[in-house]
């Protein structure tokens, strides 16, 4: 369930993207790379906005004019780990791999230091990774995922670490839904407002043996509810950053 609607409207906005094999782990193919990817980077060139790209090393090596061209275009690049395997499947020494290999691969582009998990699951007890690995954000977090968001549980202690931790606002096929439904829900949204979206939501799908919430109004229903969100967000008067940008403004 929704939040109620908050006084405060949301201001600041990030659209992220984690830049990834199609659905993993359910298609592990690359059209999204492939043909989703310059879809979403042509609609943010249109829009006139920045977005943050969390980006597996692999999606890097598969796609690497992709990566140049969102490089060249001022948005941020992140890392999305290496082969987007769950974290919680690795061991400290596999995880410190992932980071690490991921890492090199994506700075052969541009800075890095802005962190989300595959599956926005990352263990506490490997924050110190990504620290050692000289990043500042980590954004492995979402608020729909966590019960204290709905109701009156506490939230749980945060662990001390010096990234700053800024969780994704909702899941991605929010955008996907009917206009009515969706833009009530995400004004009501307390800012700043993280959206986040893959590149295989804009190549159509939905004749593919998938699970409904991955497949529906994916391709171009996707790309123009996106559209419409973005216009949304831009007539409420919200200002669009990078997760890196969002961070510093804190
Ligand atoms: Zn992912």
């Not at 592990?28 to 042509?42: C, F, H, N, Q, V």
């Not at 906005?49 to 140049?68: K, Q």
């Not at 994506?106 to 800075?111: A, E, H, I, N, T």
């Not at 490997?126 to 939230?155: C, I, N």
């Amino acid at each position: 369930m929704p939040k109620p609607a908050s006084s405060s409207r949301p201001r600041d906005v990030c659209i992220t993207v984690d830049m990834e094999p199609d659905c993993p782990p359910f298609l592990w193919t690359w059209r999204g790379m492939e043909e989703g990817a310059p879809r979403l980077l042509d609609l943010f060139a249109r829009h006139a906005i920045p977005a943050t790209c969390f980006t597996t090393g692999e999606s890097a090596r598969h796609s690497p004019r992709v990566v140049e061209r969102m490089v060249a275009e001022g948005h941020e690049l992140g890392c999305h780990g290496m082969s987007h395997t769950p974290f919680p499947q690795l061991d400290r020494e596999a995880a410190r791999r992932e980071i690490v290999e991921s890492s090199e691969i994506l700075r052969s582009f541009g800075p890095v230091t802005s962190f989300r998990a595959p599956n926005l699951l990352f263990p506490d007890e490997y924050l110190g990774l990504l620290e050692d690995a000289g990043y500042e954000l980590d954004s492995s977090q979402g608020k729909h995922k966590q019960a204290w968001w709905f109701g009156d549980v506490t939230p749980p202690p945060s662990p001390p670490t010096s990234l700053k931790r800024i969780p994704a606002s909702t899941t991605s096929s929010v955008i996907r839904l009917p206009a009515w439904l969706r833009d009530r829900f995400l004004l009501s949204l307390d800012g700043p407002v993280v959206l986040f979206v893959h590149p295989w939501e804009y190549v159509d799908l939905t004749r593919v043996k998938l699970r409904y919430d991955c497949r529906f109004r994916t391709g171009d229903p996707a790309l123009s509810d996106l559209d419409a969100v973005i216009s949304l967000f831009k007539r409420e008067g919200a200002r669009f950053l990078t997760m890196r940008d969002l961070a510093a403004a804190a």
